[in-house]
């Protein structure tokens, strides 16, 4: 009772937070002027026309003399409403109007198509992260003190102080420039599960990998050098036990607590990707397409995008917080 209590409050605090989070999105960008880019043979009148249309500006006005547009701006909380009802009535999440390659392309069909990619390469990186930072962790705290635990700490430091972007270089320059391992960049089409895409896509899902193995192993490594010290490991030795046995049936259960929630917000926020990772690799990812929504102030695009982010950050936050009440029995979530 407590836990369903506590998950339905958790739940309206982030949809509240959510709205309070959108709406300072749709205002912030709102105040920036509105940016129109024509190219040689558009019909900026067209371009204008889209956005009057979708109620952002009004009283549209050319003036032959000085070869340039006016036009009046809608109150903000105006197309703030408009907006909402085009979404909840119609479904409509809007039209690409200032970036060039998506211009007129339903902003919900572009982002399922560059979702996909997404995906791929943080569950990629999820797979593998997650069993070699464990199993990291485990080793250096067997052996702490001798060298093994010596060499992954050296290991973890350096992956935890080196930047993604730096790292993504290094790997970019080592393995697919000089080796020629993998392609400089991911290549066009939608096959995302044959071999060559899979293999284009490595580079991109061990620059984002790497960093989360350093940070599963230094967590590994000290809850379970914690645990392996405790009282209850003593006991279970005096019982006739051996070390391993002890291990794997008390010290690793214990000191999954806090490192199993960590898992659980990587498999969760898989969809958010890394911004500067996918236009490195040239990944065809939604990272890519956020960043073009921003610098081309197309506001459809920017705001489906932001609410996208907004709601996976939110969701893992939840989910982790409730993951704890269902891994320890004695953490109970809204209890007094």
């Known amino acids: 009772m407590y836990m369903l209590k506590y998950t339905l409050k958790r739940i309206g ?6 709205c309070i989070i959108m709406i300072m999105c749709f205002v912030l960008i709102k105040m920036l002027p509105i940016v129109v880019n024509v190219q040689v043979g558009q019909d900026a009148k067209l371009i204008y026309g889209q956005l009057e249309a979708r109620g952002y500006i009004c ?32 479904g409509d999440f809007g039209i690409g109007v200032s970036m060039l390659q998506y211009r007129n392309q339903p902003v919900w069909d572009v982002f399922v198509e560059k979702l996909p990619p997404t995906v791929l390469i943080n569950v990629y990186s999820t797979l593998i992260g997650v069993p070699i930072g464990l199993g990291l962790g485990i080793l250096a705290a067997l052996k702490k003190n001798k060298w ?43 096959d995302y599960f044959t071999w060559p895409m899979f293999r284009a896509m490595l580079p991109a899902v061990f620059s ?15 809850e379970l050098t914690e645990v392996l010290t405790g009282e209850f490991m003593l006991l279970a ?8 046995q002890a ?31 996918e236009s490195m690799y040239n990944i065809p990812g939604v990272g890519g397409l956020y960043l073009e929504s921003i610098r081309d102030q197309d506001y459809d ?17 939840i989910v982790v917080d409730i993951s704890y009440g269902f891994i320890d029995p004695r953490i109970r979530m809204g209890a007094k």
Not at 177 to 183: A, D, E, G, I
Not at 258 to 264: A, D, G, K, R, S
Not at 307 to 316: D, H, M, Q
């Open 247 to 277: 291990t794997v049936r008390h010290a690793l259960r214990n000191a999954m607590v806090p490192i199993f929630p960590m898992i659980l917000s990587e498999f969760v926020a898989v969809l958010s990707g890394s911004l500067i990772i």
């Open 237 to 244: 030795r005096t019982k006739g036990l051996t070390r391993g």
């Open 59 to 90: 009283n549209v006005v050319y003036d032959e003399t000085t070869r340039m547009w006016s036009f009046d701006t809608v109150p903000v909380m105006i197309q703030f409403g408009n907006y909402l009802r085009r979404i909840f009535l119609n």
């Open 208 to 222: 984002l990998c790497l960093s989360s193995i350093a940070g599963y192993a230094r967590y590994t490594r000290a």
């Open 301 to 317: 695009f920017f705001m489906l995008l932001s609410g996208f982010y907004t709601l996976v950050g939110l969701a893992a936050g």
């Open 148 to 190: 093994q635990d010596q060499v992954i700490s050296v290991g973890v430091i350096l992956l935890i102080s080196i930047p993604s972007i730096v790292m993504g270089l290094i790997i970019q320059y080592v393995f697919c420039y000089r080796l020629r391992w993998f392609p400089l960049s991911m290549g066009e089409g939608y």
């Open 13 to 18: 605090l982030m949809l509240m937070t959510f």
